[in-house]
Structures are given as C-alpha cells and as structure tokens.
C-alpha cells in the first residue's frame, strides 16, 4: 500500500470512528428541524430506494408469447423472477430466492460484488438472469450458484460443477445446449443434457484470467463480459488479461482492521494498464487460436461481436482513444478485415449497440460522430458506406432495434435533450416516423421478434411503467409494479442564456411570490450525464430539499451530451473551466428571470463528478457559490482511471497544465465558503483517498472544512438509515449556511 495513503488513512481514522459513534448515539433525532410530514417522506424515499423497489426491473421477451422481469416488494431490495403471460396478461412468479435459500445468507464472491458494483446494482436475491435464445430456458445466478428453469415444464435444475469456485457471467451457447461460465478466471462448458463440464481454458493464475473483462471494460466502457460465444455454438471467444505491472490498490475496512482488505490492480492515469488479447477457444478441446491486432498502438478492446450471419467483429481503440479500428476476423485463421476506421481529434464515444449485423449478412449498422453529430449509418459486409438513415439535427441517441423482415430500424432520438422518443426508419432510406407522442421519456427493447415489443416510459405529468406493444400499436399488457408511488414534484423547464442552456427549477410548496429564497444547484457538470430532465420522477428528493426552504435548479451547460459534437467536447484538456463559467452564466441569466432566488445566498452540492463540481465551484467562485456539498469527489484526476480520464484530459506528461488547472488541490488555499466533504469508505470507484487528498490539501492550507466519512460504503449509499440521515445533514448544513436573512433584503 502506497505509505503516504496509509498515513492519512491512520491520521483520519480517530476522527472517522468519532463520527460513527457520533452517529449512532444520534441516530433516532433529525439532523435537522422539518414537520413530521417531511420526515415521513424522507423515510419513505429512504426505504423504498428512491421509490424504485417494487418495480418491474430487466424485463426479457420470451418470444412473443411472454415477459420474464424482477420484481421486489415495496421496501425490500431481495427480487424474484416472474413471468408475465402476453396472451392471458396474467403474471406468476417462476422462482424465488427463498426457496433456494431455505432461510440462509445470500453469499456472494468478492468478485460478484466487485462486478454489482460496476453495474450500480444493489439488489440482492435474484439479481439477473439470462434467456436462451429459444427463449425456453432461464439461467438464473443465486448465491454463487447457477439454477435453469425450463418454461415449458416449471422444472428448476441446479447446475453442479467440479469446482468449488464462484461462477461468473455464466451464458447459455445460442443453441441453448451448453452453460458456459468463469470460475478462477478460466471458462468452464457444461453440457446440458449429460451435465458434463469441461474446462476449455489453461494458463490462468497471478496475474493472468480467462473469460473476465478488465476493470476499465467494466466501468467504463460497458463491456461486463470478457466471452462471446460463437453462432455455431462450437467456439468461444475468449478475452485473456494480464494485469502484470499494474498498481495494486487495497481497500480497508477501517473499522475492522483485523480483516484483510481487499486488493485490486488499478490502471491509474498515465500508468500501466491490464494487456488484453483475444483467441478463439473449441468448446470440444483444442489449441487456442490468438488474433493478432497490433495491441501496442490500439490497446482497448472496446466491442466483441459474434451473431449469426456476420463474422466475429471486434472493435479496438488507441490509448488517446482518437482512433479506433473495426475488424472483421476469419475464425478459422485467426487473419483481420479492416471494416472501417474512425478518428476524432479530440476523443470518440463508444456505444454498445452497434455495429449491428443484419441477418441476412448483407452488412450491418453504425452510429458515428463524424458529421458532428451522431447519424446511423448502413454499411455493406466489407465496410463500405451505403447510404446515412438519419437526418441532420435529427437529435439520433441511440439505436434501439431491427426489423429484418420488415427492413426497418429503431431509433432513439429528440431534438431537445431533455427528452427521448422513438423513431422508426426504412433501412432503404426515407423519412423518419415517431412513434411515441406523449412528452417525456420512452425505449424500446426487442426479443428475437420485433412485431412485439417493451415500451417503457416515464412522461412528464408523473406516469411510468412498461407496457407490452404490438407493432401496430396494440397495447397487450403491462408490467405490475407494487411499488409505492412519490408525490410527483413540482418541476419547471426553462432555456436560459445565450447558450440556450436547459434548465430546471423546483419552489417548495409553500413558495410566495415575491419572497427571497436561498438557492441550491444540483449539478452533475460532466461527460455523459444531464441533470435536466422531462421526468419529474427522478427530482422527488429535490422537491424535499425545496421544501425546506429553498429554490433548487440544475443546469446543462457544454460539456454534457445531447446537443452535438462540438457541445460535448469543449472540456478536451480541461474539465472544470468551461463547465464552471456555463454553469455561473446560466445561474445568473436563471435569477434574472426568478426574481424570488436570492443570487446572494447560493449552495452548491453534488454527488461522484458532481461532488468534484461543488467543491471546484466553491473554491474557485465564491462570488457565487456560498456553500457547497461535495459526495464521494474526485480530488485529482491522476488518481482517477486511464480510459475515462485520458478520453478527456489525454496523457498526464502531455497535459500538465490541464491536469493541474482540473485538480481541486489547484485551488486549496481559495477556500472562503462552507464546504462539507462525504465519501464512502470502501469506494472503489472514487477511491476514499481523493477525499483524504482534499482534505489535507485544506487542512494543510489552513482552511475550515468539515468531513463526514461513510464508513463501509461504496460509491453506492443503498442503507435506508443512513440514507435519511445523510440527507438530514444537508439540509441542515445548508440550512445553517444559506437561510441568514438578507442585510435589507425580506427574511423568508
């Protein structure tokens, strides 16, 4: 463990364990004054998970015929498998975890864990599941063991192995005869029908797995798998990663020290990253057959595609993440096709769902930036362009489906960002159809047949769900959801500024016109992620916090996507300068048109990216910012991981200036406001010493500041009390920061 860490982690613990004790002798009083209707409501958001638990959660289409989804109870985050019927719309539950478990603990591998973690994923039971392609059978993970229930009999079989080790990312093979899985990072094949495995790995150990992705594929890239199984169901495609060389970080549980901590290699920026390679593996037995790419100049294996009527493609990605290269490989002699080439000088965005192959092999789909903004593209089996299917300023988000049959694509597209609708398109060219109208949220997802379909939604007036749609508009059914309903907040839209920035704005209920009110931003401020948004569903702890007396807004300034190539890469080189003045104009041409926001009374809070923005804005601007609320910050982003902060900031030797101008240590010495620090111990996203960096770099220059550690928390905070509690003290920092009366202003 890197000493400097672990002196600060010592130097910081007394006080942390203070804090605990603290906490727990406090835990039945609120950290701040509300009536026992606000309360109530916080308590419910607490153990309802933000009012999430109890919905229908990884919905799958089992042909046409019927939806298998997870479902929990209102306040309880343990899900079992249910099956909803299309043609009776009727539901039934297939498995439970109950009746695996019979009454004991859920256990769980650290590397499960690890891998919920990535996902933001804190259900427990049955967490995910995986349909077959017949959509027959189930696979169904549950406390490190692997059950399949046969639909058509109601038959649930436990999958035994040989191994005492934990299985990951188990898959059935397209022909729904073999499981496949990864056990002590090599990859074992069962057959289903003799329940005979084989282990078609070797190598494994040290530093060195089969079958897993690295940790940058995972957090960042969404790339959970590290196998792809071959359309003639004889091979797999195996991803092999050694992490020799690599840093390795260890998590403490402070409060436990007689316990081991965990170990992790992390590639921290401008070090050494996981080496990744790819072979072809038979599931019979056999030599491994290696691609060769040149993985010195493209090291990031960003996609693996291996679907009926197309090769296996793959993906790779140069460090500065300015190229990368689509390949068609010969499984049988291992040889690359160059299919296309992108470059960006700035950095290109992966997406997930394409290249999309057609079935009939005549060549598959593409989202590119190269216009300056995303367009859907189809090209020929060789890579060749045939022809753009989306408009320009169409506002494409995403591709969401395929009609081989009927020769038309789904789409994903808006022209304001605070809002998704689908589309479809002729794949032989023409206009654009909507097809959703109601103002809000909406998706698609698709099965092996596209006349039915999930159409999930979340609308402007409040309502959500998932419902069960036939392509001509039918509706078949919807999902249940047993979960509790929230009071649907009271959220506003505006444009502000010459940048016409979206915005949004929520008064407290007892709002009066006229009367000055102190003003929070909640701010995310980075890549990849709007606070802004149609759906009021997702801003009912932002209506709490307004109704303790404030006026709460959030901004998207550029820097944030949606609103095109050029809007999303002016931070290249600096993440915090252009964000934090967009943010700044947009707050004050916001408070010209609210006369009640007090611009003189100003918080500012924020959670991971968003926790790293409140505290920069309030060192750098307290003209502005008041007082600040930074969770779970970045402190410095040479802390941080290669692949997401090299997309922006590139390599640290290359960019001195910009790592030091987006480091909030920069600027320790300007801290004039109310700042409070939160950080979950155990975060092996934002690694706890980004806080312990912060803080020193305050105490050092002889700031005040105040520091709540989560102790044994991760990037997550899913504890019902401590999520109550957490949000108490906001409040209540906030409350003593911001609601002094105005010198000649009106007290509200």
Not at 15 to 22: F, Q, V
Not at 643 to 660: I, M, W
Request: glycine share 8%; hydrophobic share 35%; charged share 25%.
């Amino acid at each position: 463990m890197n000493a400097r860490l672990l002196a600060a982690i010592l130097t910081i613990l007394p006080s942390l364990l203070h804090a605990r004790s603290l906490h727990a002798q406090t835990a039945t009083k609120p950290d701040v004054s509300i009536n026992a209707e606000s309360e109530d409501f916080l308590r419910q958001y607490a153990e309802t998970y933000r009012f999430s638990l109890g919905r229908p959660r990884s919905a799958q289409l089992a042909g046409n015929s019927a939806v298998l989804f997870l479902r929990s109870q209102p306040r309880s985050f343990v899900q079992d498998l249910y099956e909803f019927d299309i043609r009776t719309r009727s539901e039934r539950v297939l498995l439970t975890s109950s009746q695996i478990l019979q009454g004991g603990d859920e256990k769980l591998s650290d590397e499960e864990k690890a891998a919920r973690e990535r996902l933001r994923l804190a259900a427990r039971g049955i967490a995910r599941f995986e349909l077959s392609d017949g959509g027959s059978k189930v696979l169904v993970p549950l406390s490190n063991r692997l059950f399949i229930v046969d639909l058509p009999t109601d038959k649930i079989t436990e999958m035994k192995s040989s191994s005492s080790a934990f299985p990951l990312n188990p898959s059935f093979s397209p022909d729904g005869k073999h499981l496949a899985c990864v056990r002590n990072g090599e990859i074992y094949v069962t057959d289903l029908s003799s329940g005979a495995e084989r282990q078609i790995t070797t190598g494994a150990g040290g530093t060195i797995s089969n079958g897993t992705a690295e940790f940058v594929a995972q957090e960042e890239m969404n790339r959970m798998h590290g196998y792809w199984w071959s359309p003639d169901n004889r091979s797999i495609a195996c991803q092999q990663t050694d992490t020799a060389g690599m840093e390795t970080f260890h998590i403490l549980d402070p409060l436990h020290p007689e316990r081991e901590p965990n170990t992790w290699p992390y590639p921290r920026t401008g070090t050494k990253n996981a080496a990744v390679r790819l072979g072809i593996v038979p599931i019979g037995g056999g030599e491994t057959r290696w691609i060769e790419w040149d993985r010195e100049k493209y090291p990031y294996l960003g996609k693996v595609v291996w679907k009926d009527n197309g090769p296996l493609t793959i993906l790779v990605q140069n460090r500065r993440q300015t190229e990368e290269i689509l390949y068609a490989v010969d499984e049988k002699t291992g040889s690359l096709t160059e299919l296309l080439k992108e470059t960006d000088p700035a950095w290109i965005n992966l997406v997930t769902s394409c290249p999309k192959w057609l079935k009939d092999g005549s060549g598959f789909l593409w989202l590119t930036e190269r216009t300056g903004e995303w367009s859907l593209e189809l090209r020929s089996r060789d890579g060749k362009l045939i022809r753009s299917l989306t408009p320009k300023g169409f506002g494409l988000i995403d591709l969401a489906g395929v009609d081989d049959q009927g020769r038309t694509v789904y789409v994903t597209a808006s022209g304001d960002p605070t809002q998704v609708h689908v589309y479809s398109i002729p794949l032989a060219g023409g206009d654009t159809t909507k097809l959703t109208s109601d103002a809000g949220n909406h998706t698609f997802s698709f099965g092996s047949q596209t006349s039915v379909y999930l159409h999930s939604y979340s609308l402007t007036d409040g309502r959500t769900g998932t419902r069960v749609e036939r392509n001509d508009g039918q509706i078949l059914g919807e999902l249940k959801s047993v979960a509790d309903e929230p009071p649907i907040p009271q959220l506003e839209l505006l444009t502000v500024g010459q940048r016409a920035m979206r915005a949004s704005i929520i008064r407290p209920h007892s709002f009066k016109v006229g009367v000055k009110y102190p003003v929070i931003v909640h701010v995310y401020g980075g890549p990849h992620a709007l606070t802004v948004n149609s759906s009021p569903r997702g801003s009912v702890l932002q209506q709490w916090l307004a109704d303790q007396g404030f006026i709460v807004v959030s901004l998207d300034g550029r820097g944030t996507p949606r609103r095109g190539r050029e809007w999303e890469r002016a931070i290249k080189n600096n993440l915090i300068d252009i964000p934090l003045q967009d943010q700044v104009d947009g707050l004050q041409a916001l408070g010209q048109k609210i006369p009640e926001m007090d611009m003189d009374r100003v918080g500012i809070t924020g959670w991971s990216f968003g926790g790293y923005f409140s505290a920069m804005a309030a060192m750098r601007r307290p003209d502005i910012y008041k007082a600040a609320v930074a969770g779970a910050p970045v402190c410095d982003f040479r802390d941080y991981d290669t692949h997401y902060t090299e997309r922006y900031l590139g390599l640290p030797d290359e960019n001195q200036s910009g790592y030091e101008a987006s480091n909030v240590a920069t600027y320790s010495k300007q801290l004039s406001v109310p700042l409070l620090i939160i950080h979950g111990t155990a975060d092996d996203n934002v690694y706890f010493l980004h806080s312990l960096k912060m803080t020193e770099s305050l105490f050092r220059a002889g700031k005040k500041f105040e520091f709540l550690p989560l102790a044994g928390f991760t990037h997550m905070v899913p504890d019902p009390n401590v999520t109550i509690r957490l949000n108490c003290r906001i409040a209540a920092f906030f409350n003593q920061h911001l609601t002094r009366p105005r010198v000649g202003g009106v007290r509200d």
